[in-house]
């Protein structure tokens, strides 16, 4: 069975720093997807960034961007210019792409993040 | 506009009092699934949909039950309420079969079983 890991539950950065959320995945599979969603206080689940896995280049959606190691099975998150709203929960999930539970979404436990001013 | 409705956003109630959170989409997608998210453990699947009729359990559906007779439509029955299903539970949506089109969260359903 396919497994999600972050192994930070909480994490902290300055206001205008960069930091980098880890996630680690296990997987038989080689066709899949990967996500990062965000939750603010507010609950919404928003979605932050996707990867393919076919895809070698890294996906980059303006102050954020991964770090996807296929082989090491690695997909960090990272936010630069951290901003106070980027304090939130981040989930990153795993999605295979084909088969009877292609929507099925795994999530990690997610890293709590906070942004000090 | 797109969107996954959840009703209610908050219920407290009480242990045995059947109750049902009612999931509706807007964009009419095949695949429908509930979620439920307790502090440590993320978001858990319960059960989804992969179309009309066709329903199966996720990794944690004891307690819980399903229907699919529209496609728009997706509730989640508790037909006698624990205190251990407390939590904040998630419908979702999506497309099936278009690569890496992203499941559609609704707000959040904050249940409380006393």
């Known amino acids: 069975a396919q497994t999600v890991t972050q192994s930070q539950p909480e994490m902290s950065v300055q206001e205008a720093e960069t930091v980098t959320l880890s996630c680690t995945y296990d997987?038989?599979?080689?066709?899949?997807?990967l996500f990062w969603y965000k939750q603010p206080p507010s609950r919404q689940m928003i979605l932050v960034i996707r990867q393919e896995a076919y895809k070698q280049q890294n996906a980059t959606e303006n102050r954020f961007s991964v770090n996807f190691q296929k082989a090491a099975k690695s997909f960090s998150l990272k936010i630069s210019d951290s901003q106070l709203g980027d304090a939130a929960m981040y989930f990153c999930?795993?999605?295979?792409?084909?088969?009877?539970?292609?929507?099925?979404?795994?999530f990690g436990k997610g890293t709590k993040l906070s942004v000090k001013p | 506009e797109a969107q996954v409705t959840q009703n209610p956003r908050y219920l407290i109630t009480v242990t045995g009092k059947k109750l049902t959170v009612t999931c509706s989409q807007n964009m009419n997608h095949e695949y429908m699934s509930w979620y439920r998210q307790d502090p440590g453990l993320g978001l858990r699947q319960i059960y989804y949909?992969?179309?009309?009729?066709?329903?199966d359990k996720g990794d944690v559906p004891e307690g819980y039950k399903v229907s699919r007779k529209e496609k728009r439509n997706f509730p989640l029955i508790l037909e006698s309420p624990s205190p251990n299903q407390t939590s904040l539970y998630f419908c979702?949506?999506?497309?099936?079969?278009?690569?890496?089109?992203?499941?559609?969260f609704g707000d959040g359903t904050r249940l409380s079983i006393l």
């Open positions: 999930a795993y999605r295979m792409n084909y088969g009877g539970s292609q929507g099925n979404l795994i």
């Open positions: 979702a949506s999506s497309l099936i079969g278009l690569g890496n089109q992203p499941q559609h």
């Open positions: 949909s992969m179309n009309v009729e066709v329903t």
């Open positions: 997987t038989s599979e080689s066709d899949y997807y």
